[in-house]
């Protein structure tokens, strides 16, 4: 990656003091993770005291506060996903959120998982004694149930 293809997260303060940070359509925000959390971005462990990660207002997407300024995947679910950036002298008509190639759709169903299993959306883990969350036939993602529509446009998409 050149310094040219580098960006920056533009960063806001909140009237309470805490910030945004504002990268590839996310809105990240301290978050104080209370259970064992996995981060979206590099998939390694995220702990620490106080405030560990970062977590998307939109999608929910956790992250090392050092990966938060790499993450390159669009936002998934907040209201930046809903703006399409096309070239303007390509001529095609822009689609919405909601016109995305079915290929891109997961096909979510219920799963019983033998062991500890975290969730690829938000990492954390999925709980419960039968049918925990929900595992894609196509590309084997596991989530949350309450994860389900904030990671459908994603199979397949590499977060890297």
């Known amino acids: ?63 090392h506060k050092r990966c938060h300024g790499q993450v390159t995947a669009r936002c998934t679910f907040g209201p930046s996903s809903r703006t399409v950036v096309t070239p303007p002298e390509s001529g095609v008509r822009p689609r919405s959120a909601s016109e995305e190639p079915p290929s891109a759709n997961h096909h979510f169903s219920r799963h019983f998982y033998h062991r500890p299993t975290f969730c690829d959306h938000c990492g954390s883990m999925l709980y419960g004694l039968t049918k925990q ?20 446009r994603n199979c397949g998409i590499q977060v890297q």
Do not use: W
């Open 1 to 63: 990656m050149s310094a040219a293809d580098v960006q920056f997260p533009i960063v806001t303060r909140q009237s309470d003091g805490s910030k945004i940070h504002e990268m590839s359509g996310h809105k990240f925000k301290a978050a104080l993770l209370h259970q064992p959390t996995f981060c979206s971005y590099c998939s390694k462990f995220i702990f620490g005291v106080g405030k560990q990660g970062y977590k998307c207002l939109g999608c929910e997407t956790v992250v």
């Open 133 to 152: 969350g929900a595992q894609c036939s196509e590309c084997h993602a596991n989530v949350h149930f309450r994860c389900q529509q904030k990671a459908m």
